[in-house]
């Protein structure tokens, strides 16, 4: 899908404040519905306050500018308000509660949500993206593995049945095979109507499944467009794409590290380097 004219969440000249230290300057972005947009940065460039701005976690932030959400403001918004018009976060570090057991965490996900039909609709389409999370709904989640608590985050936001999932760094930590299995289910998450903003370092694989994409600097949107702008855009190639620059050179390693995920691990998802 290619840029859907309809404009689902709209930041305008979003400024966010850390006390005096000015993480987000004259942010304006609009993420179109229907897409995967992927927000590319290194580490302090303010990834992880944009989404946190959107959702209205961090106290009296923005500061300035306006965040349109289907057409209604949500800036200034109580978070709980802005998840029950539709917006659901995954914050980077897979938060899972680790007492409750897999079933009970995705239940909590479901708070929003009064149609018990349809969450056991949801339920059921969860369990099909995360069949592991089917095989073990008794477990407690803090006995899983960093890739399946991933897994179950995810899940637990999707239970909330959002229009738009904010992801922070889902492939964070997680070895090959399992990153690929993530970014093909976030491409699935979309091709069933979900639009997803993506924060991720891995611009390569991101790049690969999003529709469009931003670059931030210093707090700031220095570069947006298509993915595959980004991925003819010099600086986002030799800043955030390694050093394999030929298609040739992309094909080799992206072959060898299949093969190193194909012969290193075989099963499951127990897969973490
Ligand atoms: P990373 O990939 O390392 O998480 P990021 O692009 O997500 O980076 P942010 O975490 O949004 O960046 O940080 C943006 C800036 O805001 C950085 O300079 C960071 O030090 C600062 N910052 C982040 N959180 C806080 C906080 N709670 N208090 C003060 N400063 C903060």
New binding site residues.
């Given amino acids: 899908m290619n840029n859907p004219a309809t404009p689902l969440l709209q930041l305008d000249s979003v400024e966010t404040y850390?006390?005096p230290?000015r993480?987000?300057s004259g942010v304006s972005l609009t993420v179109a519905e229907g897409t995967i947009t992927v927000?590319l940065?290194?580490?302090?460039?303010?990834?992880?306050?944009?989404?946190?701005t959107i959702m209205g976690v961090?106290d009296g932030q923005p500061h300035r500018g306006t965040i349109t959400f289907r057409g209604q403001r949500i800036d200034g918004m109580a978070t709980e308000k802005i998840v029950r018009a539709g917006i659901s976060y995954v914050p980077?570090g897979r938060r899972v509660f680790p007492e409750l057991t897999v079933s009970e965490n995705l239940k909590v996900g479901a708070y929003t949500v009064r149609d018990r039909q349809s969450t056991r609709r949801t339920l059921e389409r969860v369990h099909d993206y995360f069949p592991l999370l089917a095989d073990r709904q008794t477990q407690p989640a803090g006995t899983l593995s960093g890739g399946e608590q991933q897994m179950l985050a995810i899940g637990r936001a999707l239970m909330n049945e959002p229009e738009l999932l904010l992801l922070?760094?889902p492939s964070l930590g997680l070895a090959p095979l399992l990153v690929r299995q993530v970014f093909d289910i976030v491409s699935q998450i979309r091709d069933e109507g979900v639009t997803v903003l993506l924060?991720e370092?891995n611009a390569r694989m991101a790049l690969k499944v999003a529709d469009d994409g931003v670059v931030?600097e210093?707090?700031e949107l220095v570069v947006s467009g298509t993915a595959a702008e980004l991925v003819d855009n010099d600086e986002v190639e030799e800043l955030y794409m390694g050093a394999a620059t030929t298609a040739s050179e992309q094909e080799a390693a992206s072959t060898a590290s299949e093969r190193e995920a194909q012969g290193g691990a075989q099963h499951d998802v127990d897969l973490e380097s």
């Fill in positions: 850390y006390g230290l993480a987000l927000i940065g290194s580490n302090g460039a303010g990834k992880s306050t944009l989404l946190g961090l980077e922070d760094e924060v370092q931030l210093s707090g």
